[in-house]
């Protein structure tokens, strides 16, 4: 990235990528209300921004390719692949439905042991994918216990979100922070292992809390042993094996020089050759290209403002107040990111906020804990709203259809159900982080070189 001085000035450049990058995040984060899918408006924006810069000088074709971060782009590719190889195997239902047969009809057992597979599991692949996964599975789970299902389907998501912070393959956000900072996986889990345990038992106490009378009977315990079978036995454990061989590499790929992308490709090779039973076509036909094309639409639609020096401009208002006090800036980033990430999509958030924090980098000034402190904020942001992740979006759907087709709308995750019970969930997690963020400030702030 190019080193510019401290103090810019407003120019036409600015003016032209700061209007092309407004308009692309309100026809963004609006989809709901113009009915057109995100993806397409970041293309636009990342074609208006390609051609608007070649004109004015700004920015071109070439810039563009340059600007996309491509060791996300093949990471997410490749987990995405490994998890659609993974989910017809049953191997996932089969956990699920242990899980319900070992809680014998104790619901917060079912919630808390649920919830720890879900946040295991989103460890290493995305919160999205997980709930995908689990969500169904609990439906069917609390059908068969003839018990309300929402306070489990909340628990997915609120816990597949926080999971997702621990690691650096959990989370899309992190997939940027971790490229555009060169964090590894190793000092990505143990800056924010911690961190996320501790938000992990304060959601675990919420839900206790905000659900106490729910979840206080029993139910009478059903056998699911007869369910647990995997339709798929040899795939699936050759799939962990393939990851447990990848999280040993993920955790030394910086000693042998490997982006994650290149451990998480050559783990995807090595199962699509071990699973002799991976159908390629239908394997490839599971894959979100829409997030992938997302992601690349803002990667050039934000290297765009970049290259007008529109963020750095920004940038150096922020300066001040970070250099004057980086553990206060640190904590209000976070927030600021929650809150944001509650109301909109964390990902095009993430993308404006890495340029501006490199920058800042640039001056001189210690970013570290700005970096941990986005990480979690746009983590534990996304469990503020029914809208603040993919992932809600996908249980509030699943719950919406479950109370259609049983009549009972109380089945229903409603916007005012997720404030009340998701939005304190939110602000106990950045509680705890904004604590740990203070009480082990010189641990955060040690610069990751050191």
Same mark, same amino acid.
């Given at each position: 990235?190019?080193?510019?001085? *401290?103090?810019?000035?407003?120019?036409?450049?600015?003016?032209?990528?700061?209007?092309?990058?407004?308009?692309?995040?309100?026809?963004?984060?609006?989809?709901?209300?113009?009915?057109?899918?995100?993806?397409?408006?970041?293309?636009?924006?990342?074609?208006?921004?390609?051609?608007?810069?070649?004109?004015?000088?700004?920015?071109?074709?070439?810039?563009?390719?340059?600007? /996309?971060?491509? @060791?996300?782009?093949?990471?997410?590719?490749?987990?995405? *692949?490994?998890?659609?190889?993974? /989910?017809?195997?049953?191997?996932?239902?089969?956990?699920?439905?242990?899980?319900?047969?070992?809680?014998?009809?104790?619901?917060?057992?079912?919630?808390?042991?649920?919830?720890?597979?879900?946040?295991? %599991?989103?460890?290493?692949?995305?919160?999205?994918?997980?709930?995908? /996964?689990?969500?169904?599975?609990?439906?069917?789970?609390?059908?068969? $216990?003839?018990? @309300?299902?929402?306070?489990?389907?909340?628990?997915?998501?609120?816990?597949?979100?926080?999971?997702?912070?621990?690691?650096?393959?959990?989370?899309?956000?992190?997939?940027?922070?971790?490229?555009?900072?060169?964090?590894?996986?190793?000092?990505?889990?143990?800056?924010?292992?911690?961190?996320?345990?501790?938000?992990?038992?304060?959601?675990?106490?919420?839900?206790?809390? $905000?659900?106490?009378?729910?979840?206080?009977?029993?139910?009478?315990?059903?056998?699911?042993?007869?369910?647990?079978?995997?339709?798929?036995?040899?795939?699936?454990?050759? =799939? #962990?094996?393939?990851?447990?061989?990848?999280?040993?590499?993920?955790?030394?790929?910086?000693?042998?020089?490997?982006?994650?992308?290149? !451990?998480?490709?050559?783990?995807?090779?090595?199962?699509? &050759?071990?699973?002799? @039973?991976?159908?390629?076509?239908?394997?490839?036909?599971?894959?979100?290209?829409?997030?992938?094309?997302?992601? #690349? =639409?803002?990667?050039?639609?934000?290297?765009?403002?970049?290259?007008?020096?529109?963020?750095?401009?920004?940038?150096?208002?922020?300066?001040?107040?970070?250099?004057?006090?980086?553990?206060?800036?640190?904590?209000?980033?976070?927030?600021?990111?929650?809150?944001?990430?509650?109301? /909109?999509?964390?990902?095009? &958030?993430?993308?404006?906020?890495?340029? %501006?924090?490199?920058?800042?980098?640039?001056?001189?000034?210690?970013?570290?804990?700005?970096?941990?402190?986005?990480?979690?904020?746009?983590?534990?942001?996304?469990?503020?709203?029914?809208?603040?992740?993919?992932?809600? !979006?996908?249980?509030?759907?699943?719950?919406?259809?479950?109370?259609?087709?049983?009549? @009972?709308?109380?089945?229903?995750?409603?916007?005012?159900?997720?404030?009340?019970?998701?939005?304190?969930?939110?602000?106990?997690?950045?509680?705890?982080?904004?604590?740990?963020?203070?009480?082990? &400030?010189?641990?955060?702030?040690?610069? $990751?070189?050191?």
């Amino acid at each position: 990235m190019e080193t510019v001085a *401290t103090h810019l000035t407003w120019n036409t450049d600015m003016a032209a990528s700061g209007i092309i990058l407004a308009l692309t995040f309100v026809g963004i984060f609006t989809e709901g209300v113009h009915g057109f899918h995100r993806t397409k408006f970041a293309m636009l924006g990342a074609a208006l921004m390609v051609i608007v810069g070649q004109i004015m000088g700004f920015y071109g074709p070439e810039q563009a390719l340059e600007a /996309i971060d491509w @060791n996300v782009i093949f990471l997410l590719g490749a987990m995405m *692949t490994i998890v659609a190889i993974m /989910i017809p195997t049953g191997g996932f239902q089969a956990i699920a439905y242990r899980i319900a047969d070992m809680s014998r009809g104790r619901q917060f057992l079912l919630l808390a042991m649920l919830g720890t597979a879900v946040t295991v %599991i989103s460890l290493l692949l995305d919160n999205v994918t997980t709930v995908v /996964i689990f969500g169904p599975l609990i439906v069917l789970i609390a059908q068969a $216990l003839r018990t @309300n299902p929402v306070p489990y389907l909340l628990a997915a998501a609120l816990l597949s979100d926080t999971g997702g912070v621990a690691t650096l393959v959990g989370d899309p956000p992190n997939m940027m922070i971790g490229s555009a900072a060169h964090i590894n996986f190793n000092a990505f889990v143990i800056h924010m292992g911690g961190v996320v345990t501790a938000a992990w038992l304060a959601i675990l106490a919420a839900l206790w809390f $905000l659900f106490k009378r729910d979840l206080s009977h029993e139910t009478p315990p059903i056998d699911f042993s007869d369910r647990e079978a995997v339709a798929d036995p040899y795939t699936w454990k050759a =799939s #962990l094996m393939v990851l447990g061989v990848m999280v040993v590499f993920f955790v030394i790929h910086h000693t042998l020089h490997w982006e994650p992308w290149v !451990v998480a490709a050559l783990g995807l090779t090595a199962l699509v &050759f071990i699973g002799r @039973n991976v159908d390629m076509d239908a394997t490839f036909e599971d894959i979100e290209m829409s997030l992938l094309i997302f992601f #690349l =639409s803002l990667f050039v639609l934000v290297g765009g403002v970049e290259q007008s020096h529109f963020l750095q401009y920004l940038g150096q208002f922020i300066e001040p107040f970070v250099a004057s006090d980086l553990l206060l800036a640190s904590i209000v980033l976070m927030w600021v990111a929650a809150i944001l990430s509650a109301m /909109i999509d964390n990902i095009p &958030f993430t993308a404006a906020m890495i340029p %501006i924090i490199l920058g800042m980098e640039q001056q001189g000034i210690n970013v570290t804990p700005l970096w941990w402190g986005l990480a979690v904020g746009v983590g534990m942001g996304g469990n503020g709203t029914h809208l603040g992740s993919t992932a809600n !979006v996908f249980i509030v759907t699943l719950s919406e259809r479950v109370a259609k087709e049983t009549g @009972n709308a109380d089945y229903r995750i409603t916007p005012g159900l997720w404030f009340r019970k998701g939005t304190p969930a939110m602000l106990a997690t950045l509680v705890v982080s904004s604590l740990a963020m203070w009480l082990f &400030f010189d641990f955060f702030s040690k610069p $990751l070189g050191s």
